[in-house]
Structure formats: C-alpha cells, structure tokens
C-alpha cells in the first residue's frame, strides 16, 4: 500500500471527519516507516468499558506512542472513525519517535479497509501523548519535533453539536485529566455546553466528569505564537520549550 | 469600477478532492483544513491581464522603494527605537550598523494587496520571513490545470529555487532555517528543500539554533551534519531570534557572518508595522509605499477606537492580534485596546479601506493577493481569500490566475470555466 493509498484508508473521501486527519507523517510514510513491521500486534488492547459508538459523542484518544493507533483501530471495532491527528514533523535524529506510530498507521491501514466503518460513524481523534515528552533528554543537536495541538486542529464546538454531538470522552494513561494543549480546545467545548468525560485507559476506566481549568493564555490571539516559542510553561515545566543549548557554542 | 477579476466556477467535489491530496503529497500542504475552515479554496481567483499586468509594475516599484529605505534606515540608528522592535534585536542591529551586517541573497518580498473601492492597496509587507511558497506554487499549478483558458502568474518557489542557485552555485549546501516542530513552517521548507533539489542544491532543513559560524562562515552544529553551509534561507522570524539561548550566535543572523542569508535579519526594519512612522524622517522616497498604504498613525496620535481604524502590533504575523472592532467579540475588542493603551509604541494604527468583496458561491469574499519579489523581480502571488475584510489563520488558499492570451472573457461575458472531464 502506497503512502497516499495509507493516508485515504485512515481518511476516506466523502467522510466528514477525514477533513482533520493530519497528513504529515503519512506524506513521510516511505521516509520513517519504509515498510516496517509495528511493534505491537493491531488489535489488542480491550475497549469493553468503552461504550459502543453513538452520534452524540465523540472521543479523543491521548495515549501514548503507537498505543494510540492500537486503541483507535479497536474503537473502529466499536463502530467508531478513528481520526489520525499526529502532527509531528520528520526530521534526522528526532527528539520524538514518531517511526511506532507511523508503522502501526500503515498497518492499521489495511485492517480499516475491512472493518466497514458507517460513513456516519462518530469521530475518536488520535493523539501521541508523548508529543512533548521525549524518551531521552533532548540534546542541541537533535532535531526538535515535539509538537502540541491547538484549537484550530479540530472541529469548533459549533461544528459537533450541528452534527449532534454533546458528549466527548477523552482517553488517557494513567490520567483522565487533559494537558495544557488540550485544555484549550477542551475548555472551549465545555463553554458551549459539551459534556466531559476523562477515563484511565490504564485503569479500564470508571468514566469521571472532567471540569477543565482555564489554561493560560487561553482564547488569547498570541497564544499559537507564544506556545510555539516555548514562552509558556504548564507546571510540569517545558511546554514548548527550547532545546537546551549545550554550556559552549560554537565548535 | 470594474473588478480586477472574472468569476470562476468551483472545481467539482471529484476534482478538488483529488487536487487537496496532491497538495498533501507532491507540496507538502499538511494543514489543509483548519477548525472549520478548507485551508484551499476550491476556485482560483482569475485576474484580468492588466490587472495582473498593474499589480507587477506596483509591487517592483516598491521592492525598489523598500530596499533602498532599509539600506538608509539601517545607519539611522536614531529612528530603530521608533520601530518597536525587542530590546536585544535593536542592538544586533546596532551592532550591524557598525559595517559588519550579514550579507543577503535572492531578497524574497511579498506585498499584500487588497482592491478596494479606490484601487489597489497594500495592507503591509512581509519583509523578513514571506510565507506562502508552497501554496503559491505548487497548488496553484495543480489548480491551473482544470482552467485552461488561464495560466499562472509565476512560479515563486522555483524561481526563488533558481535565484538561489544562480547566486551560489550548483551543488551548494544551504541550510532552511526554521522553527523545526512547527508543521506549518516545516511543510514550506519542505517543499523549498524539495525544489531546491531539482535547482541543485542540498537543501538542510534545521532550527536556527543548530547554526554556527566559525570566523563568520556558516556551519551546522547537529547531530547528523557538521558541514559548511554556502547560504542559509531563513523562515524564522527576526524578533523572535532573540528568544534563542545567546550560545546559538544567532546574532550571526543580523550581523558578523560572511555566509549569505535570505533574508538577512536586517529586514525586520521594514517588516515592522511602525515602518511608515519614520518614513518623512528618511531621505528616501517612498512615493509608491505613499500611495498604496493606507494612512498610518501612532496610535497615540489618532482616534484608533474609531470604525475608521484597525490596530496592528508592530510586528504581528498572518492576522496575529489585528484589532479589527466589528469583526470581534467585544471582549477580544477590548483585550486588544487594553494592550495598545499599556504598549502604544508596540502597536500602529491604520486606516481602515473598503475592500472590493469577490463573488463565491459560498458568498463574498475578500480576496488578498501577496505578490513576491526576488530581488525586485515579481516571481509570482499567493492568493488568500477570507470571508470577512480580515485576512488571518482563518483565511483559505486560493490559486491567483490570470486569463489567457486569447481569451477576451470580459468581452463574451462568460464565466472561466473549469476543464470539465
């Protein structure tokens, strides 16, 4: 399966939600995942606590690495239209590797293609967990791929409730709070009247109201530029934050 | 007044599903659709040829204009504080005053400009870092293909590409310089890297802080390449080089390297806003800048809270923090006026104009067209179309074409039609 062939079975033409997927990492398919076999079988991980697919609610899944396509396919079982959202950039000596991710979407690809998920079926977004939050201490050198999502990145609140959607759960390891990033678009449904939910993936739930705090800079028109130059820091420290510079320059 | 352009119909869902995925895979768009919005436009803005023709003349008058008022702006080292520009990026620019300035390459330029009620108009010029390359090139030739009584207006990436090579040499090494985790920039430098190629040059994409310089030449500082550079293009902005860890030497950018760079941070000094509020203070005519500007204050010296104006920040980016009254909240409103009363030498005001609204099916648009200069030369546009008189993230892509030779469409009154297959 090509690239683009890849990229059309995660995001069908026709299909309202595919207008989100994000394309990079399938657009650099033959440069990270050049046919490699995923780390982790595609269709493993129980979603029973889960419930079943139904048009009024949608799914964010923040889990970390290829987990989150695992995750996405099993949903896709459920009746779900998993919506790949990565939007790391690729680069030589990444800071994150995005090469589990882009694997399993390939392999992924081909086990969508005979699921035949209903053309309606409500969206579950897909999100690395770990797009800030390297493996390894970033070195100078490294080529800085952490990324963050912003608001823009999905449907505005307007959008899902005019496709009856009132409800979103969002998945999350050994959590079921959202990051800083995603508590701007969270909030921003909540304001217009969407119900939050937050479950540990880890734990098989139980489903908890999510009550999401105000994030800074929030609805602020600097606040893409500012989280990108890694002027604002959530209290893990390093949201967006520069790559340290070694003590000396040069060299 | 006639509009400069002719209607065109849209391309069929078919055809525009298939031109949004070569944009994905052969231009590197990887943001086409931002929260609601389709970042491309799925009908091309058709420009008579005299207004195409028109538009061309303006934009290398004030490349010419521009670049002389830099050269004389950046020895007036008394009128930098006028510019609102960060502490630190004022005295790199000091610094390169004092002869030792980072020499430039292939000068990349857009002027954005507007019809309006009175003719053309700029809204501003993006002097430092003009985004857009892979929009304006690539999905534009793929949108050009389904009206064939039109052609493009040029293709900017190519020809900056060529420009490049020309001046430093097949087989060179240049670094793109750029906010590397940031998929919006990354995709243009992508896609730059990718036509620097075909032109036959080795194209690096990296962060301004793997950039060093050795006795003023170029060098990377990464884990997978230590080599020379011949050039280095920059897509980062000047005013945020200064948030770098001063070890980078990213005053490399403004001043001290022998390596040159397109475009030197020198440029900020005519990317910001404020650039018109010293331009009677200068010895260079701006007669063209003059002429096409709207009228720009200080906002302590103007009525700004009028519906005649709109507030900028001094060096906002792509609609970033435009205050533009009727087209906000209240609240956004007065978040921004707040700002300007607290900040007024970070902000400038400008007169608002009326804007010539383009026919969609969709309903009126604004349409702005970014025409590019390398070198004064104008290489080509990029079209952005909003649904109200404010250009910003919200803005979508539009292919800028132009009727074709032998097509006098406004005389038949017909539509340009799109290659029906």
């Avoid at chain 2, 897509?235 to 770098?244: G, S």
């Avoid at chain 2, 132009?402 to 297959?421: S, T």
Wanted: net charge neutral; charged share 20%.
């Amino acid at each position: 399966m090509t690239k683009e062939e890849c990229f059309v079975a995660w995001a069908p033409d026709g299909i309202p939600w595919s207008q989100w997927a994000k394309p990079v990492v399938f657009a650099n398919l033959d440069r990270i995942a050049a046919g490699g076999v995923p780390d982790q079988p595609t269709t493993t991980l129980s979603v029973d606590w889960i419930p079943e697919a139904s048009h009024e609610r949608a799914l964010i899944v923040d889990v970390p690495g290829a987990e989150s396509v695992v995750l996405g396919l099993s949903l896709a079982r459920r009746g779900y239209r998993p919506v790949p959202l990565y939007n790391g950039t690729v680069g030589p000596a990444p800071v994150i590797d995005i090469e589990p991710i882009a694997r399993q979407l390939q392999a992924g690809a081909e086990v969508l293609h005979g699921l035949g998920i209903l053309p309606d079926a409500p969206p579950a977004f897909l999100l690395d967990a770990a797009r800030m939050t390297p493996k390894d201490a970033p070195g100078p050198g490294k080529f800085d791929n952490r990324w963050i999502v912003f608001p823009q990145d999905f449907p505005s609140a307007t959008y899902l409730r005019a496709r009856g959607i009132n409800e979103v759960l969002l998945l999350r390891r050994g959590t079921d709070a959202p990051g800083e990033d995603l508590a701007h678009v969270l909030l921003r449904w909540q304001e217009a009247g969407i119900h939050l939910l937050g479950g540990d993936v880890a734990a098989g739930g139980p489903w908890r109201e999510l009550r999401v705090r105000r994030p800074s800079l929030f609805r602020r028109a600097w606040y893409r530029t500012m989280a990108m130059l890694g002027l604002r820091r959530h209290d893990a420290g390093g949201f967006g934050a520069m790559i340290p510079l070694a003590s000396a320059g040069g060299g | 007044m006639i509009a400069p352009w002719l209607s065109a119909n849209p391309l069929l869902p078919a055809d525009f599903a298939q031109v949004r995925r070569r944009a994905v895979f052969d231009c590197c768009k990887w943001d086409p659709q931002v929260e609601d919005t389709a970042s491309l436009a799925a009908l091309p803005l058709v420009l008579r040829q005299e207004a195409w023709a028109e538009l061309v003349l303006l934009a290398e008058k004030l490349a010419r204009e521009t670049l002389a008022a830099e050269e004389e702006l950046l020895g007036r080292l008394d009128l930098h504080g006028r510019l609102g520009l960060p502490r630190q990026a004022a005295r790199a620019l000091a610094s390169a005053n004092r002869g030792r300035r980072s020499p430039g390459v292939a000068r990349l330029i857009r002027f954005d400009f507007h019809h309006t009620s009175e003719g053309w108009r700029i809204s501003e010029a993006n002097t430092d870092v003009p985004g857009g390359l892979n929009e304006a090139s690539g999905f534009t030739q793929l949108v050009a293909q389904h009206y064939p009584e039109t052609c493009t207006v040029g293709d900017p990436a190519g020809t900056y590409a060529q420009s490049l090579r020309d001046a430093l040499g097949a087989g060179a090494r240049v670094a793109l310089v750029h906010a590397t985790a940031y998929s919006d920039d990354h995709q243009m430098m992508a896609y730059l890297a990718r036509r620097l190629d075909v032109a036959g040059i080795h194209a690096h994409l990296v962060s301004p802080a793997h950039v060093r310089w050795r006795s003023g030449h170029a060098y990377l500082a990464t884990d997978w390449s230590r080599e020379p550079m011949a050039g280095l293009v920059r897509f980062f902005p000047a005013e945020w080089l200064p948030n770098l860890p001063a070890a980078c030497g990213w005053t490399g950018f403004f001043h001290g390297s022998q390596t040159p760079i397109s475009n030197p941070a020198t440029a900020v000094l005519t990317q910001s806003k404020r650039f018109p509020l010293v331009w009677d203070m200068l010895g260079t005519s701006l007669p063209m800048w003059q002429a096409l500007l709207p009228e720009t204050c200080d906002p302590r010296h103007c009525a700004w809270r009028s519906e005649e104006w709109l507030v900028k920040p001094a060096l906002g980016r792509v609609g970033d923090g435009v205050g533009f009254r009727d087209t906000m909240t209240v609240r956004e409103w007065e978040r921004i006026a707040r700002d300007v009363e607290r900040h007024p030498r970070c902000w400038v005001a400008q007169r608002r104009f009326e804007a010539t609204p383009f026919t969609t099916p969709c309903g009126p648009c604004y349409p702005c067209i970014g025409v590019y200069t390398v070198d004064t030369r104008v290489v080509g546009a990029y079209g952005r179309m909003a649904r109200r008189p404010l250009v910003d993230w919200r803005a979508q892509d539009i292919a800028v074409l132009v009727a074709g030779e032998n097509h006098d469409l406004d005389a038949v009154g017909r539509q340009v039609g799109r290659q029906e297959r």
